[in-house]
C-alpha cells in the first residue's frame, strides 16, 4: 500500500512542477520498487525535468531493457544521452530501438539533430526532410532548434 502512495505522490508532485520533489518521494521506495517500470517512469520524468542527464539516460535504458518495444524510451534514453554530451552514443542507441521508429517523425527528427551534431551533413538533413515531410510542424521546430543551426535551407 505504501508503494501505492508514493507513486501517487511523485505524480502528484510533478503535475504540480515539483520535479525534486517527486524524486525525493520516489528515493524513499524500497529497492525493488524503484525498479519496477512505474517508478522508473515517473522517476525518468523528474530527472528529465531536473536536467539530470546521466541519471535519466540510465533510466530511460533500463525502461529500455523492460519494455524493448515501447520506441518512447528509446527516443528518451537517446535525447538524455545527447544532453550528456555523448551524440554518439544517443545516435546508437536511437538507432537500435524497435522498427516503429522509423515510422515517427520525431525519430527522424532527433536523428537529425543528433547526425548535423556529429557532422554528418547530407544524412542529417535526409532525415529532417523526412521529418518534415510526415509532419509539417518540425518545420519551425527546425528553425529554431539550437541542434541545427547552420543546417540551411530546408
Known amino acids: 500500500m505504501r508503494v501505492g502512495r508514493t ?3 511523485a ?4 503535475e504540480l512542477g515539483l520535479a525534486d520533489e517527486a524524486l525525493f518521494e520516489l528515493q524513499s521506495l524500497p ?3 524503484q525498479t519496477q517500470r512505474e517508478s522508473l517512469e515517473l522517476m525518468l ?3 528529465m525535468e531536473c536536467q539530470l542527464w546521466n541519471m535519466a539516460s540510465e533510466t530511460a535504458r533500463l525502461l529500455c531493457l523492460k519494455a524493448e ?3 518512447e524510451f528509446f527516443l528518451r534514453a537517446a535525447y538524455c544521452l545527447h544532453e550528456t554530451g555523448d551524440t554518439l552514443a544517443a545516435c546508437n542507441h536511437l538507432l537500435r ?3 516503429r521508429l522509423f515510422e515517427m517523425p520525431i525519430f527522424h527528427y532527433n536523428l537529425a539533430c543528433y547526425l548535423w551534431t ?3 551533413g547530407p544524412r542529417a538533413r535526409s532525415h529532417l526532410k523526412q521529418a518534415i515531410s510526415m509532419d509539417g510542424a518540425f518545420l519551425e ?3 529554431q532548434d539550437r541542434d541545427l543551426i547552420g543546417i540551411g535551407p530546408i
Open 11 to 14: 505524480s502528484g508532485w510533478l
Open 118 to 120: 556529429l557532422g554528418e
Open 141 to 143: 521546430s527546425a528553425r
Open 69 to 71: 518495444n515501447e520506441p
Open 7 to 9: 507513486l501517487q505522490a
Open 97 to 99: 530501438g524497435p522498427k
Open 45 to 47: 520524468v523528474a530527472q
Open 31 to 33: 529497492t525493488d520498487a
